[in-house]
């Protein structure tokens, strides 16, 4: 059976969708970083077209290990959504045009039986731009070795549910 595939619906637009090209603007934008603190555990960086945000991005994601990670948790809000929950992905895989990223299907399910992830709808999630901005990044830096994503994408949520994904999450997030 053939993998279900979220395509890189804002790929030519955002940022590049020749592989070639994404490469090495990446490449450039990661070599300029120069040293950082690569003991850190978890990224904050912006998920804006590359353009804007491609040479501050490259500061998170050159602190990556990438022989230390084999799971990594990727959180974006809807834009387009109304959500009152985290939605989850159905998909296989997330296309990028240097490759694409493998969904921890276990992982989605084990957090879906939690009751408190919802799934998403294609449609949704390749509408939206906050979770596909990263995966260029993580299939560069984190290039052929064994690993794969959970994409989450964040609705409007009260302080309440904040808290719950907080103690939901925290078990996979252990920094020290």
Known sequence: MAAKVRKATHAG??????????RAQL???????????????????????YSYSGPSAAYGYKTITPDSVKRIFVLGPSHHAY?????LSK???????????????EMNKKL???????WVDTATEEAEHSLEMH??????????RDYTIIPIMVGA????????????????FILF
């Open 112 to 118: 879906h039986e939690t009751g408190w992830f919802d």
């Open 135 to 144: 995966l260029p990044y993580i299939k560069y830096v984190m290039g052929k």
């Open 27 to 49: 490449e450039k934008w990661l070599d300029k970083v120069g040293d950082v603190d690569t003991s850190v555990r978890g990224i904050i960086v912006p998920h804006a077209g």
């Open 83 to 87: 959500l009152k929950r985290c939605v």
């Open 13 to 22: 637009s955002w940022y590049s969708d020749q592989g070639e090209t994404l």
């Open 91 to 105: 998909l296989d895989e997330y296309e990028t045009p240097i490759g694409n990223l493998k969904v921890d299907k």
């Open 157 to 172: 949520i009260s302080k309440e549910y904040e808290d719950k994904y907080g103690d939901i999450l925290a078990p996979y």
